[in-house]
């Protein structure tokens, strides 16, 4: 390795001479021309980072790639089967509800006339049966 001072004056500007102050002399070092990397001895550039960038070369043999376009399609398809039937169930509880509460009304209904016409008929009205403590 060859080091080379290169003193300041060498380096400096023209308006910088003037100044009085002393600088450090700078030093340089360069490799021996014996340690520096032999050309590659290929017919093609070597390839820069921006180059790298840029370029598109084809791998073979690579791992299996999906296109992004066909993903995002499938993705949304399962949230449209999802959505679909969580519709589908909600819709069918509200019609097992509607279904009870209409056959829940017509027993209320039913119970209202029976006591209707017993007024009417002067019997007494039975008291409604009390619900135990134990369930329904």
């Not at 449209?80 to 019609?95: H, K, M, T, V, Y």
């Amino acid at each position: 390795m060859k080091i080379d001072i290169i003193p300041p004056s060498a380096t400096a500007a023209p308006a910088a001479s003037t100044s009085n102050s002393a600088a450090p002399p700078i030093v340089a070092a360069s490799a021996p021309a014996a340690a520096a990397p032999a050309p590659p001895s290929s017919t093609q550039p070597t390839p820069t980072v921006d180059d790298r960038s840029t370029a598109f070369r084809a791998v073979e043999g690579g791992p299996q790639m999906q296109s992004g376009e066909k993903l995002l399609v499938e993705a949304y398809a399962a949230i449209w089967i999802i959505l679909f039937a969580l519709i589908l169930l909600s819709w069918r509880r509200q019609r097992r509800l509607d279904d009870r509460m209409a056959m829940l009304e017509g027993a209320i209904d039913k119970a209202r006339q029976a006591e209707a016409r017993s007024v009417t008929m002067g019997e007494t009205p039975k008291p409604p049966p009390q619900a135990h403590e134990g369930g329904t």
